[in-house]
Nanobody, 127 residues
Framework: QVHLVESGGGLVQAGGSLRLSCAAS????????RGWFRQAPGKEREFVAA????????YYADSVKGRVTISRDNAKFTVYLQMNSLKPEDTAVYYC????????????????????WGQGTQVTVSS
């Protein structure tokens, strides 16, 4: 059975940092695009960042650009999201995802492009 399991969420003060991890089991996902999305209470799920299977291509939402870095370690079947200078508006449940996507930005940023999802990890940023 295929699983994506997120970890690393928690409560942090504004300006702080967190590193989220998403480990895969049951399938390596080495040739899959990996993405991070988030959903705040009362809001739709939104794109945060995504990285190609090779790690050479990545995209970021404008709201996190310059503060967030996505990376992957295919040997460990894991993708990471390093988040710095966190703001209260970053508070949300963060989900990792995997999919076989066409190499366009539109595909990377759309949650409909991904067919494997983790259960989510809560990130809360206090002011």
């Amino acid at each position: 059975q295929v699983h994506l399991v997120e970890s690393g969420g928690g409560l942090v003060q504004a300006g702080g940092s967190l590193r989220l991890s998403c480990a895969a089991s049951g399938r390596t996902f080495s040739n899959y695009t990996r993405g991070w999305f988030r959903q705040a209470p009362g809001k739709e799920r939104e794109f945060v960042a995504a990285i190609s299977w090779s790690g050479h291509v990545s995209y970021y939402a404008d709201s996190v650009k310059g503060r967030v870095t996505i990376s992957r370690d295919n040997a460990k079947f894991t993708v990471y999201l390093q988040m710095n200078s966190l703001k209260p508006e970053d508070t949300a449940v963060y989900y990792c995802a995997a999919g076989l996507l066409g190499p366009t930005r539109d595909n990377y940023v759309s949650d409909r492009s991904y067919n494997h999802w983790g259960q989510g990890t809560q990130v809360t940023v206090s002011s």
